[in-house]
């Protein structure tokens, strides 16, 4: 079996992948116990952000919460792809000002519900990623 | 801007749904943060067995703890899709006879690194699932 080449990236490479995907998963502890549920994200100015409901566990789980955050992509056979992860403190977006523009991103909440009213920001504090090829 | 219809899978077929996928994301706890990585995967007999390398962050966090892991698939618009998560006890696999078996798996380490000679099983005790459509 080949080995994969692997090859770290820079701040700047995770971002610009960050922003071409659409689908990421957040890491979170729920009841005590790891979670990992997936959110349809847009990245704004540097900033992931989703849209999640009031009193989720999704909410619960994140707002004022140290998360991770991963994005990845890959070809059909998994032979070459790359990931992200970020990990930085969750906020729920309550400044009038920011919601006017992060209520334009292309934002769904297909995993999430209904009533998905509510928009949490992720900082991008630590970023890692990498890309793999054989 | 549409609510998607979201329904709840059983166990029958959210086991079905990650037999039919190859990459799924590890939720775990590095050095207290929570931490999600991809891992190529399979599903033998119920129980998610992905490879890891010895003394990796991976390793250390997963053997013996909790873990969240999830699998997800969706159309290009994430307008359909599902997604799984699987919540149980990992460990390393040591058995002569079942290593024998998970050998024969089609595991790639892509996202792993070189040397990722362990195996590592994943118990689905406590597996929820959904599809989402609109």
């Known amino acids: 079996m080949l080995e994969p080449i692997l090859r770290e990236l820079s701040r700047g490479d995770c971002l ?3 922003g071409s ?3 990421g998963r957040v890491g979170i502890s ?10 349809n994200f847009a990245l704004h100015e540097q900033t992931i952000v989703f849209r999640s409901g009031p009193g989720t566990k ?3 789980a994140t707002c004022g919460a140290v998360v991770a955050f991963e994005a990845d992509g890959y070809d059909a056979e998994g032979h070459t792809g790359w ?8 906020h729920e977006i309550t400044d009038a ?5 992060v209520r334009t991103l292309p934002l769904d909440s297909w995993a999430l519900g209904d009533h998905a009213d509510h928009f949490v920001s992720i900082e991008t504090t630590l ?8």
Do not use: C, K, N, Y
């Open 16 to 18: 610009g992948l960050l």
């Open 58 to 60: 999704l909410s619960a």
């Open 83 to 90: 990931s992200v992860m970020v990990r930085g403190v969750a």
């Open 30 to 39: 729920i009841d005590a116990m790891p979670a990992v549920l997936p959110v």
């Open 21 to 23: 995907a659409a689908v």
């Open 97 to 101: 000002a920011l919601l006017e523009q």
């Open 127 to 134: 970023v890692t990623g990498r890309r793999f090829d054989r």
